[in-house]
């Protein structure tokens, strides 16, 4: 029961309180999530046990990191998962973080409850402590305990895997900087299998905490940049997004077949400059049931005035918390 209140439930990759959550589109980002799982199940040849997928906003990265929790989850790859968010005050924090992972941990080790209840026992203040003891006590401690049992040493033959996206939306950049050290010790000093994907952007002191000469031995940089083809993912996007509306809006049959025109798409293609949310923003604008897909097109296009209704609002949100 001490568990449970410390615990931010609206963290969890499926929690109930995330309305339509971002993830992948559909045979987009295939290369990305392959190089993600490949690095997740090599326990033989590990010599890394962080891998940091870093990138701008809106490049994808709460939804990459949300198709791999479903990914695992279909394998049956055990799991915790903590997903930060700026104006979420649940999940803004580190706070509920150990807490939060620790009552996953106990979901995914059966054995781990009794030990995790134990250690509640023993320090009923633990929540009030740092970072590093809550980790030890609670999730560290517990998978070396079980692994000393020769009857559950089954249990720990496949990676368990933390993922923590939005880490720069956690409140303080010292604590952000103290997690990433704390989790690096962690991982690098007890020989579990245990290994962590932190999603972030690459904000200056998550940057140098990575190449502090403690971590950046240990840590797989993964940019999304270039180098996987954005623009050909988001074009798919947009191609299937508008064949949905010509299918299947209100107003489907005032759609012509041909459109959107093809040097249409590509420009938004241009615009996106490699960010999925750019795209994605266009098409919930678009696609909205109450209007004119055509003439929604012909607002973001800047051809048509937009009155009250902006295409751009969500961006706009975006980056004014971005600055603030």
């Known amino acids: 029961e001490r568990l449970q209140e410390a615990v931010a439930a609206s963290a969890?990759?499926?929690?109930?309180?995330?309305?339509?959550?971002?993830?992948?589109?559909?045979?987009?980002?295939?290369?990305?999530?392959?190089?993600?799982?490949?690095?997740?199940?090599?326990?033989?040849?590990?010599?890394?046990?962080?891998?940091?997928?870093?990138?701008?906003?809106?490049?994808?990265?709460?939804?990459?990191?949300?198709?791999?929790?479903?990914?695992?989850?279909?394998?049956?790859?055990?799991?915790a998962t903590f997903f930060f968010f700026r104006t979420d005050p649940t999940r803004n924090t580190s706070k509920p973080l150990v807490a939060t992972l620790a009552y996953q941990l106990a979901i995914n080790f059966p054995l781990t409850r009794k030990i995790i209840v134990e250690a509640l026992d023993r320090?009923?203040?633990?929540?009030?402590?740092?970072?590093?003891?809550?980790?030890?006590?609670?999730?560290?401690?517990?998978?070396?305990?079980?692994?000393?049992?020769?009857?559950?040493?089954?249990?720990?033959?496949?990676?368990?895997?933390?993922?923590?996206?939005?880490?720069?939306?956690?409140?303080?950049?010292?604590?952000?900087?103290?997690?990433?050290?704390?989790?690096?010790?962690?991982?690098?000093?007890?020989?579990?299998?245990?290994?962590?994907?932190?999603?972030?952007?690459?904000?200056?002191?998550?940057?140098?905490?990575?190449?502090?000469r403690k971590v950046t031995n240990i840590v797989t940089r993964l940019p999304l940049d270039n180098t996987y083809l954005p623009d050909e993912d988001i074009r798919l996007f947009l191609n299937d997004k508008f064949a949905e509306i010509k299918e299947s809006h209100p107003f489907k049959h005032l759609i012509d077949s041909s459109w959107p025109p093809k040097d249409v798409a590509e420009n938004i293609v241009e615009k996106s400059s490699g960010q999925f949310i750019y795209a994605s923003v266009v098409i919930n604008f678009v696609s909205s049931s109450r209007h004119h897909p055509v003439q929604r097109l012909e607002i973001v296009r800047g051809i048509r005035p937009a009155r009250l209704d902006t295409p751009f609002a969500q961006l706009d949100a975006l980056y004014m918390h971005i600055f603030s």
């Not at 972030?200 to 190449?211: L, T």
């Open 123 to 212: 320090d009923p203040l633990v929540f009030g402590r740092s970072f590093e003891s809550q980790l030890k006590a609670l999730i560290i401690e517990p998978l070396l305990q079980i692994r000393q049992q020769s009857d559950s040493s089954a249990n720990l033959t496949s990676p368990f895997l933390i993922i923590l996206d939005g880490l720069d939306e956690c409140d303080g950049r010292d604590v952000q900087t103290n997690i990433i050290h704390a989790i690096s010790d962690a991982l690098r000093d007890t020989g579990l299998p245990l290994v962590c994907l932190i999603a972030s952007r690459p904000e200056q002191q998550i940057n140098m905490a990575f190449d502090s």
């Open 12 to 79: 969890f990759h499926n929690s109930e309180q995330h309305v339509d959550p971002p993830k992948c589109h559909p045979n987009t980002r295939l290369a990305v999530l392959q190089k993600i799982m490949e690095w997740i199940q090599n326990s033989e040849d590990r010599d890394t046990w962080i891998m940091w997928l870093n990138g701008a906003a809106g490049a994808g990265k709460s939804a990459i990191a949300r198709s791999i929790a479903e990914m695992c989850e279909r394998v049956k790859l055990p799991l």
